[in-house]
């Protein structure tokens, strides 16, 4: 069973960077697989953040392309997120989440989420 | 980009009732090249996150109870908890892929209550 545990600082200051760690386990980031990462303002929807593949290809959503970078360190199965020049709109709960397949492009796992708060 | 209006934004249904929950997309929804619909389900409660409860517009996820069941194809589809539950209150998502370039687009939700 995958299991996704996200990690980071709850609280960034704005025009700040936010970083993010996604530990896996039960699984390899090296196995065919795309990370994705997904956010949640509060008492908000879902926004797709971007998806990173076992290989270091990554796609970005083209709303925060220029803000956000994504990579991966297989020795230790962490994914990242990097976000910079946070504002008040980028306060959310982050989720990682793996897609099932090629075939089937939805998340079968996710982790449980870190808030994050951007705010002096 | 596309955009997922989901309707209604919420309701409330009798237990033992039926929910039907409706998704809309502003483009046809890609396929995979089995031509299987690119449009997934989400239930989530609060403080958790989402649970994949559909891919393929119709296809449950492993061990997903069969009162939930999904339809539909081109630009609509449908979301239908055949008999409503207490445990089934949630909020419900729809969501499609698109490529190229890659890109996931959620509903904005659609809030279950039982009554």
């Known amino acids: 069973q995958v299991r996704l545990q996200e990690s980071g600082p709850g609280l960034v200051k704005p025009s700040g960077t936010l970083s993010l760690t996604c530990a896996v386990s039960g699984g390899s980031i090296s196995d065919s697989y795309w990370w994705d990462w997904v956010r949640q303002p509060p008492g908000k929807g879902l926004e797709w953040l971007g998806e990173?593949?076992?290989?270091?290809?990554?796609n970005i959503n083209p709303s925060l392309k220029s803000r956000v970078t994504m990579s991966m360190d297989q020795s230790s199965n962490h994914i990242s997120l990097k976000m910079t020049s946070v504002t008040a709109a980028d306060t959310a709960v982050y989720y990682c989440?793996?897609?099932?397949?090629?075939?089937?492009?939805?998340?079968?796992?996710w982790g449980q989420g870190i808030l994050v708060t951007v705010s002096s | 980009d596309i955009v997922m209006t989901q309707s209604p934004d919420s309701l409330a249904v009798s237990l033992g009732e039926r929910a039907t929950i409706k998704c809309k997309s502003s483009?046809?929804?890609?396929?995979?090249?089995?031509?299987?619909?690119?449009l997934a389900w989400y239930q989530q409660k609060p403080g958790q996150p989402p649970k994949l409860l559909i891919y393929w517009a119709s296809t449950r996820e492993s061990g997903v109870p069969d009162r939930f069941s999904g339809s539909g194809s081109g630009r609509d589809f449908t979301l239908t908890i055949s008999s409503v539950q207490a445990e089934d209150a949630a909020v419900y998502y729809c969501q499609q892929y698109q490529s190229p370039p890659p890109m996931f687009t959620f509903g904005q939700g659609t809030k279950l209550q039982i009554k």
């Open positions: 483009q046809s929804i890609s396929k995979n090249s089995n031509n299987k619909s690119h």
């Open positions: 989440a793996r897609e099932m397949s090629d075939q089937v492009v939805a998340f079968d796992f």
């Open positions: 990173i593949y076992h290989d270091g290809r990554v």
